[in-house]
């Protein structure tokens, strides 16, 4: 059975850190690109950040400097440090795993959590 099980979200003020958390199980974790996706109200959702298998980081210009995203393959996780937060990184955060990063860019993904919310007051 797989899951895919997002923690951290919380409301915080500008200029301050959350750490996401996303485990997985039931699938090949190694094998997959994890990203995290963001919804805002009213917006379409947003693939903030993403990392391959062997690590390497992508980002969005929106995010880029300010979260950093990394995985652990032995423990099936994966996490998104956002620091620096701002009012329009407020949304519904969601945990994906994809067979490439190309699919994630499309918003295609064969695994998502259930999100987690993240709020940033001014």
């Known amino acids: 059975q797989v899951q895919v099980v997002e923690s951290g979200g919380g409301l915080v003020q500008a200029g301050e850190s959350l750490r996401l958390s996303c485990t997985a199980s039931g699938f090949p974790f190694n094998d997959y690109v994890m990203g995290w996706f963001r919804q805002a109200p009213g917006k379409e959702h947003e693939l903030v950040s993403s990392?391959?298998?062997?690590?390497?980081?992508v980002y969005s210009d929106s995010v880029k400097g300010r979260f950093t995203i990394s995985r652990n393959n032995n423990k099936n996780t994966v996490y998104l440090q956002m620091n620096s937060l701002k009012p329009e990184d407020t949304g519904m955060y969601y945990c994906?795993?994809?067979?490439?990063?190309?699919?994630?860019?499309?918003?295609?993904?064969?695994?998502w959590g259930q999100g987690t919310q993240v709020t940033v007051s001014s």
């Open positions: 990392i391959y298998g062997d690590g390497f980081p």
């Open positions: 994906a795993a994809g067979q490439s990063w190309s699919q994630l860019q499309k918003g295609i993904a064969a695994y």
